[in-house]
């Protein structure tokens, strides 16, 4: 004969304290919220700095083939534009990932709670483990960060602009307020690249930590229908 138990969790899983079902708290609802226009507007940047890119080059070849000075002042400008618009979008776009993940991460716990109740129990979820608490923090780092070094890139994209570009061609000529700049930007841009990466680096910290979530959700949940399996039994 088959039994029916609402008596809490235990021990079920050897990863964290089970806890009564709750909904989304401030970091899954921006997640739920902000998952896909995130990811859209990534895509849109690196499509955009991909343009830029290419406008780039086009001036700076329409430079090396004529020879006029104007098309190198814009090429060099359009060079730090596109690198800062382009990772701005790989942010965006890696901080889409964490937040559809972090909805795998929502779909799973409300399955979870689903299946609880079908089999006439009360229904319980995971405790947050220390990879979804850090989950929110390091990926808002990753994000500012990319959004710093846009702002970098803007400012060396406006500091080469207001140099003279026949002294970008030819340094020799140029005066100190122009030698200024262009010493500016170019030892930035020594840099910034490195600083780009890091936000990069970041957000895929952030991915590896809700994915290890996931695992720790699925081990649980096996491990709560097994425990309901055995009390029924």
């Given amino acids: 004969m088959t039994t029916t138990t609402n008596a809490p969790v235990t021990a079920t899983t050897s990863i964290e304290e089970a806890v009564p079902y709750t909904g989304d708290d401030w970091a899954q609802n921006l997640s739920r919220l902000a998952a896909i226009p995130m990811l859209l507007m990534g895509v849109m940047a690196v499509v955009v700095g991909l343009a830029l890119g290419a406008a780039a080059g086009i001036n700076l070849g329409d430079f090396f083939a004529q020879a006029v000075a ?6 060099e ?5 596109s690198g800062a618009v382009t990772f701005l979008g790989m942010g965006f776009v890696l901080a889409g990932v964490v937040m559809s993940l972090v909805n795998v991460v929502r779909t799973l716990r409300d399955a979870g709670r689903d299946v609880q109740q079908s089999l006439g129990a009360d229904a319980y979820k995971l405790r947050k483990p220390r990879t979804g608490q850090l989950t929110p923090m390091v990926m808002m780092t990753g994000v500012m960060i990319e959004i710093a070094a846009f702002g970098i ?9 207001d140099v003279n570009p026949g002294a970008i061609a030819d ?10 700049d262009i010493g500016t930007v170019r030892a930035i841009s020594a840099w ?3 600083l780009r990466f890091v936000g990069i680096a970041v957000l895929l910290v952030a991915v590896m930590f809700v994915l290890a979530t996931i695992r720790k959700v699925l081990r649980f949940q096996a ?8 009390q029924r039994s």
Avoid: M, S, W
């Fill in 70 to 75: 104007a098309d190198l002042g814009r090429g």
């Fill in 77 to 81: 400008a359009l060079v730090q534009l």
């Fill in 153 to 161: 890139g803007i400012f060396n994209t406006i500091t080469i602009g």
């Fill in 171 to 180: 340094t020799t000529t140029a005066n100190g307020a122009d030698l200024a």
């Fill in 192 to 194: 910034v690249p490195g």
């Fill in 223 to 230: 491990q709560r229908i097994t425990e309901l399996a055995t």
